[in-house]
């Protein structure tokens, strides 16, 4: 009867004890599950880090956008600019304006027309010709014409001895130191040659006008005469 009596009471126990460890269990699972719902919570706080990864990529596309090269370029277009007006190039000088030719001027202290006695040069004469004076006075005469040197001429070799056009008479002594060139003796250089030889080429050339250099002795009279080579 006893026996009857324990086995509900058993049954019971194992009922209570089965059902507490169930509920044990479900304890368990729902601590679990508390301890698993972090890791959606974990879950749901990756998703900024998702959007921070897309905020990565927004500062990759701020990177981007900072692609910064466009950025740069922009801060270098004025730098570019810059060079470039480094680069422009330097005004070029004015250009020479047309019609402005090149005078030619006449040399200084050149003759350009007859010169006056004040402007003659001081031992310098043409000789045109000779006059005879007496065998006594040991004498000739020379007729001469002062001048000066003219400005070089476009179509001759040298310069004009320019005259003042009126005659004058000087007399050359017999022993004067003489010397001649081209045409009175061949050559250019100056050779001496007497007086008479001299007195002879002048009367077979009248009027020729050589060029001579002079100087005077104390007697007046023209004691050297040395002609002056023009081409």
Aim: contains cysteine; hydrophobic residues 35%; glycine residues 14%.
């Amino acid at each position: 009867m006893n026996t009857h009596r324990l086995r509900p009471a058993a049954i019971a126990l194992a009922a209570a004890a089965l059902a507490a460890a169930l509920t044990g269990c479900q304890g368990d699972d729902s601590a679990a599950g508390a301890e698993g719902s972090p890791s959606a919570a974990a879950t749901a706080s990756q998703a900024p880090g998702t959007s921070g990864t897309s905020g990565g990529k927004g500062g990759a596309t701020g990177g981007t956008g900072g692609s910064g090269g466009a950025g740069s370029t922009a801060t270098a277009s004025p730098g570019a600019a810059g060079a470039t007006g480094a680069k422009t190039p330097a005004a070029k000088p004015a250009a020479k304006a047309p019609g402005s030719v090149k005078t030619t001027t006449p040399a200084t202290g050149c003759a350009d027309k007859a010169p006056d006695p004040d402007h003659v040069d001081p031992d310098e004469i043409a000789v045109y010709r000779v006059e005879e004076l007496p065998a006594g006075t040991g004498k000739v005469n020379l007729v001469i014409q002062h001048g000066a040197w003219g400005c070089p001429g476009t179509d001759s070799d040298g310069t004009p001895f320019v005259v003042t056009g009126e005659d004058s008479r000087w007399a050359l002594d017999q022993a004067a130191y003489v010397t001649a060139t081209n045409p009175i003796v061949a050559g250019s250089k100056n050779q001496r040659i007497g007086v008479q030889e001299l007195i002879d080429w002048i009367k077979a050339h009248p009027d020729s006008g050589l060029v001579f250099k002079y100087a005077t002795g104390d007697d007046g009279a023209i004691h050297s005469l040395e002609q002056v080579y023009t081409p």
